[in-house]
C-alpha cells in the first residue's frame, strides 16, 4: 500500500515570507540555490508551489528548480516541524547509543527519522553523520542548540526546554 502525505495549503504568512525573499535577490538562476535556502529556513521545507513560484520569478525552467531542490540533503520537500532535532550518528556517538535516542525521540514525538513532525508541528527528526563535538557523545542537536551525554532519560527534558524557547 502507498502511503500518502497531505500537503497543506501555503498560508497568508508563507506567501507574504515568499514576496520579501523574492524582493531580496536578483531575478535570475544565480539566485536559485540562496532563494531556495530562504524558503528552508523561512517556511522550513520546500512547498511544491513555493518551487513553482521560484521557477517563475527566476525565469528558471521547473524541472531545473527540482532537480537542485532534490540534489541537496538540508532542502526538505515534505512538510517539517519548525525545528529540526538531529542526532548524531558518527562512531562515537553510535558506540554510545544514538541508536536508541532515534528509536525512543520516534516514539516520543511520533515521528520517522528523515520523515513527518510531531502532532504539534514544532519538530521532525533527522539523523546526521559526525557533528564535530564527540567528546560530548553522544549528541542531540536542535536546530543550533547542543546537547551532550544524551541518554534516553533526559529527552524528555530537553524537548519540554525546546517547546518553551
Ligand atoms: S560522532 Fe557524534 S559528534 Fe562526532
Redesign the pocket.
Known sequence: MSETVSIPKLTKDDTKKLDGIFKRYPKNEASLIMVLQDIQDEIHWLHPDALDRTSEELDVPRGRVESVATFYRAFALEPRGKKLVKV???????VRG?GMLVDEIERQLGVTAGHGMSEDGLFSLETV??????A????VVVDDNYYAEVGTGKLEKIFKQERKS
Open positions: 548524531c550518528m558518527g562512531t562515537a556517538c553510535h544514538a553523520n559526525c557533528v564535530g563535538a564527540c560530548m557523545a553522544p549528541v
